[in-house]
C-alpha cells in the first residue's frame, strides 16, 4: 500500500537511496556472517594454508582431520551428553515453574497481585549479587549437584512477565464458561490456557533452551567434577584459556593435516551446530517474543 | 463475579489452587532471589569461610571502606564508567539505525537477508565469541594479523594491549546483540501509520525529512522504555564475556566492579570485601534504573513503572 502510492513520485534521488539501502544491507550481512564463514572453512582447510593466510573465504586443502581430532577430545562426548541433559530437563523446570507462576500472577483475582507481581519484578532492578548467590547454593549443600543447574535457575522473571502478559490477554468468557461447568482453576490453566497458548509456551521455551545450551558461568562456579561439565565449560578450557595461555607453539608443515588451530575452530562448529539448525525455529519464535515484551506492562 | 464484602479468607479459600499454582515459583524466588539478599550481610562481616557467620567478626562499614579507600575502587568504577559509556554511545544507538535501514529496504530477499544475518551472532555462546575473538587476533595464527602480514605490518598482540580491549568488546558485543536489539524497533516502525508517510510526500518531504520527522518521533517511546530497561545492564556490564577476554596485562582497562567482586570473592576467598563490591554496584544500578525511569516519566510520559 505503502509502496503504490510512492511509485509514481519515486525521484532519482528516491531510487538511487533505495539501491544503496540494498547494498548497505547486502554488506552488512556479509560482516556478520564473515567470522562464522571464516572459522567453518578454516576448519575445513589445511592448517597450512589456515596459519600462512591463504584461507580467507573458502577452504583450502580440504580435510576432516581436524574433525576427527575434535570428536577424539576427551570428555567432548560427556560434555555435549551433559548440556543436552541440561537442557531438556533445564527446560522442563523452567517451564514447570514459569508457566504456573504466570498463570496466578495474571488474574486479577489473586489477592495481593500487587504485592507478588512486585515481589517478582523487584529482582530485574536489584539482585544480591555473585557471591551471596554462591553462597546460597553452598548452605543449601548444592555445590557440585545436577540439581544446582536445574533448579537454581528455575525462573527468568523477564520471561515470566511474557507469559504473564500473554495470559492475561485470553478473553475471561472461555475461563468464566468453564466455572459455570464446575471446572477449577488447575483444570482451567491446563485445559485451556496452556492449549491456548502454545506461540507464547515455544516462543518461552526456545529463550530458555537457548539460554541452558549457551550459559557457562555458573556452571564452571558451582560444577567441580568434570563428569558434570557441560559443553560450554569444556569449551571455555579448550579454546579460551589455551589462547590466553599460547603456550603450545604448534609446528605446522606442509603434510600436517590438522593443527590447535584448526581443531579450535572444528570444536567451535561442533558446539554452534545445534544452534544453527535450529536458528529457523528460533528466528521465528523468538522476533514474536520479543515483541511481546516490548510492550509489556 | 466476586462481592465487594467477600472476606480474604473467603477469596482465597475459592481460588485454593490458583495460590497452589503460585507456590512453587513464589518459593523458588524466597530461595534462589531473596535469601542471597540476606547473605547480602556478609558484606558487613570479615567473613571466614570456614566459621560461618558465628565465627566471623562483625566489621560495620569496614569492607566498604576498604574498597571504597583502596586503588581498585577509582579504577574499577571508572572501567565500569568507560565500557558502560561505550555500550550507550555505540551499541544502543546502532541497532534503531539497523532496524529503520531494515525497514527502508526495498528488496524482500536483502531485507530477510539482513534480519537473518544480524541477529544470527545473539544465539553464539559468549564461550565461542570469546573464543574466536581470541583466536581471531592471535598473534601468530589469527586472521587478523594474518592480513596485517600479508600487507607487510607487523603483527599485533591484541589481547594484551590496553588500548585495545575497550574497542575489542565493544565491537564484540555490538556484533553479538545488534540484529536482536533491532528486533523491537522494527515492531515499532511497521506499527506506524502510513498516512503519515504519504502525506508528506504529497507536500514533498524527501526520504531524510521524513526519517527525521516521521520516523524517529514515532518510536521515541520504544527507544526510551529500551534505554531505561537497559540502563541497569549497563552498569552490571557483560562480565560474563570481560571474564573471559581480560587478563592481567589489561587490568587496568578491562577490569569492571563485577569482575573485581568475583576475583576477589571467588578466587581469593575474601566473601565480604566481594560482596560489599557487589552491594555496591547493585546499588548503583538501582538508583540508575529509578532515576532514568524518573526523568523518562517527566519527558516523554514514558517509564515501566
Redesign the interface.
Known amino acids: 500500500m505503502r509502496n503504490d502510492g510512492k511509485k509514481q513520485l519515486l525521484g532519482k534521488g528516491e531510487r538511487t537511496f533505495n539501491i544503496s539501502m540494498n547494498i548497505i544491507g547486502v554488506l552488512i550481512s556479509l560482516l556478520c556472517l564473515y567470522p562464522i564463514i571464516y572459522v567453518l572453512s578454516a576448519s575445513f582447510s589445511k592448517p597450512l594454508f589456515v596459519e600462512n593466510g591463504t584461507v580467507v573465504l573458502w577452504p583450502v586443502g580440504l580435510t576432516l582431520d581436524s574433525y576427527k581430532e575434535a570428536f577424539a577430545k576427551e570428555g567432548l562426548w560427556t560434555a555435549y551428553g551433559n548440556t543436552l541433559f541440561y537442557t531438556l530437563f533445564g527446560v522442563a523446570v523452567n517451564m514447570l515453574f514459569t508457566t504456573t507462576m504466570a498463570y496466578a500472577l495474571s488474574k486479577k483475582r489473586l489477592v495481593a497481585r500487587k504485592f507478588f507481581t512486585l515481589f517478582t519484578v523487584f529482582t530485574m532492578w536489584f539482585n544480591a549479587g555473585i557471591i551471596p548467590l554462591y553462597m546460597t547454593f553452598r548452605d543449601y549443600g548444592m555445590l557440585d549437584t545436577r540439581s544446582a543447574i536445574l533448579f537454581g535457575f528455575a525462573v527468568n522473571t523477564y520471561n515470566l512477565i511474557i507469559l504473564k502478559s500473554f495470559f492475561e490477554q485470553v478473553p475471561s468468557s472461555m475461563e468464566e464458561a468453564a466455572f459455570i461447568d464446575g471446572a477449577s482453576n488447575f483444570t482451567i490453566f491446563t485445559r485451556i490456557y496452556l492449549p491456548l497458548s502454545k506461540p507464547a509456551l515455544a516462543t518461552v521455551g526456545l529463550f530458555y533452551a537457548v539460554n541452558r545450551w549457551n550459559s557457562y558461568f555458573w556452571a564452571m562456579n558451582l560444577l567441580t567434577s568434570d563428569s558434570k561439565l557441560p559443553l560450554q565449560v569444556l569449551l571455555k578450557k579448550l579454546i579460551v584459556d589455551r589462547v590466553a595461555n599460547e603456550t603450545e607453539a604448534a609446528i605446522v608443515t606442509a603434510s600436517s593435516t590438522s593443527s590447535p588451530t584448526t581443531v579450535i575452530y572444528a570444536i567451535i562448529i561442533i558446539a554452534v551446530i545445534p544452534m544453527l539448525v535450529a536458528y529457523p525455529f528460533i528466528q521465528k519464535y523468538f522476533k514474536a517474543g520479543l515483541t511481546i515484551g516490548a510492550d509489556k506492562g | ?2 462481592g465487594k464484602k467477600e472476606s ?1 479468607f473467603h ?2 479459600a475459592k ?1 485454593w ?6 507456590l ?3 518459593v ?2 524466597l ?3 531473596y ?3 540476606v ?2 550481610r ?1 558484606a558487613f562481616y570479615d567473613y571466614n569461610v570456614f566459621k560461618g557467620f558465628k565465627g566471623s567478626e562483625f566489621v560495620g562499614f569496614a569492607n566498604f571502606k576498604e574498597f571504597m579507600g583502596g586503588p581498585d575502587f577509582l579504577r574499577t568504577v571508572g572501567n565500569t564508567l568507560m565500557i558502560a559509556l561505550y555500550q550507550m554511545l555505540i551499541c544502543f544507538p546502532i541497532p534503531i539505525v ?1 532496524a529503520i ?2 525497514t ?4 524482500k530477499f ?2 530477510k ?2 534480519q ?6 545473539y ?6 565469541v ?3 575473538v ?3 587476533l ?1 598473534p ?2 589469527g ?1 587478523v594479523n ?2 596485517r ?2 600487507f607487510g605490518m607487523d603483527p599485533i598482540y591484541f ?1 594484551v594491549k590496553p588500548e585495545y580491549f575497550r574497542m575489542i568488546y565493544t565491537t564484540m558485543t555490538l ?1 553479538q546483540t545488534a ?2 536489539n533491532a ?2 524497533y522494527i ?2 516502525l511497521m506499527g506506524i501509520d ?1 498516512q503519515l ?2 502525506a508528506a ?1 504529497i507536500d514533498g518531504a ?2 531524510w525529512k521524513r526519517i527525521i520527522h516521521i520516523t524517529l518521533p514515532s518510536i521515541i517511546p ?1 527507544i526510551v ?1 529500551m534505554f531505561v530497561m537497559n540502563i ?1 545492564k549497563m552498569v552490571k556490564v557483560g562480565y ?1 564475556s570481560i ?2 577476554l581480560y ?1 592481567p596485562s589489561t587490568y587496568p582497562v578491562a577490569d569492571v566492579i ?1 569482575t573485581y ?2 576475583r576477589v ?2 578466587e581469593n576467598g575474601n ?1 565480604g570485601l ?2 560489599a563490591a ?2 555496591f ?2 546499588l548503583v ?2 538508583v540508575l ?2 532515576v532514568a525511569n524518573h526523568i523518562s516519566r517527566k519527558l516523554t510520559e514514558t517509564s515501566l ?1
Open positions: 463475579m466476586i480474604v477469596r482465597i481460588d489452587d490458583l495460590y497452589l499454582l503460585l512453587p515459583g513464589f523458588w524466588f530461595m534462589f532471589c535469601k542471597p539478599m547473605g547480602l556478609t539497523l535501514a531494515i527502508e529496504m526495498r528488496s536483502v531485507k537477508l539482513t537473518t544475518a544480524t541477529f544470527l551472532p544465539f553464539i555462546s559468549v564461550v565461542v570469546c573464543g574466536m581470541m583466536n581471531f592471535s601468530s595464527t586472521i594474518l592480513i602480514k600479508q589481547m556484533w540484529g536482536f528486533i523491537v515492531a515499532a502510513p508517510y504519504e510526500i524527501g526520504k520504544t522504555t541497569g560474563e571474564l573471559l587478563n563485577s567482586a568475583f570473592g571467588i566473601y566481594a560482596t557487589g552491594l554496584e547493585a544500578a538501582l534504573v529509578t513503572w
